[in-house]
């Protein structure tokens, strides 16, 4: 059987983001759906998921915007931080799931590179570094 790979000491990179359409492994740790809709084709026992938390995804008039104007990557991101902003609590507790173990943020997009996971991964792990995860 193989080694569970070494949790990482930092909380905030216990945090990471993986397509759901990727099999999932123990190495996930939480597995989170980040996304507001259900991913097409997924079966809900194949995603194994710990939570789908639609909540935090970004506005559908936001998300709907930003299919239309991929092109606007920077606009979509700091849009998408303002809407996460509004969610204190739900991100406290997000947070808050690093300091036991590691949490993957899962998604949909194609985009490996341009999408809301990458853009709320990087809002947990500042609000962790900055300490903003108690109270969650």
């Known amino acids: 059987m193989p080694e569970r790979p ?20 123990v190495s996930d740790g939480r597995r989170i759906l980040v996304d507001r809709l259900w991913p097409r084709g997924i079966a809900k026992d194949r995603a194994r998921l710990d939570r789908w938390c639609k909540e935090i995804a970004p506005s559908d008039d936001l998300r709907n915007w930003f299919h239309a104007h991929p092109e606007s990557w920077e606009e979509f991101a700091a849009r998408y931080r303002g809407e996460i ?5 739900l991100v406290r507790a997000l947070a808050a799931h690093a300091e036991a173990g590691v949490v993957t943020l899962l998604y949909a997009s194609k985009d490996e590179e341009r999408n809301n996971a990458v853009v709320l991964r990087d809002v947990l792990r500042q609000r962790i570094k900055d300490g903003v995860t108690k109270n969650a």
């Open 6 to 25: 070494p949790v990482p000491d930092d909380p905030a990179e216990r945090i990471r983001i993986k397509r759901i359409y990727r099999v999932a492994r």
């Open 85 to 89: 902003e509004t969610k204190d609590e």
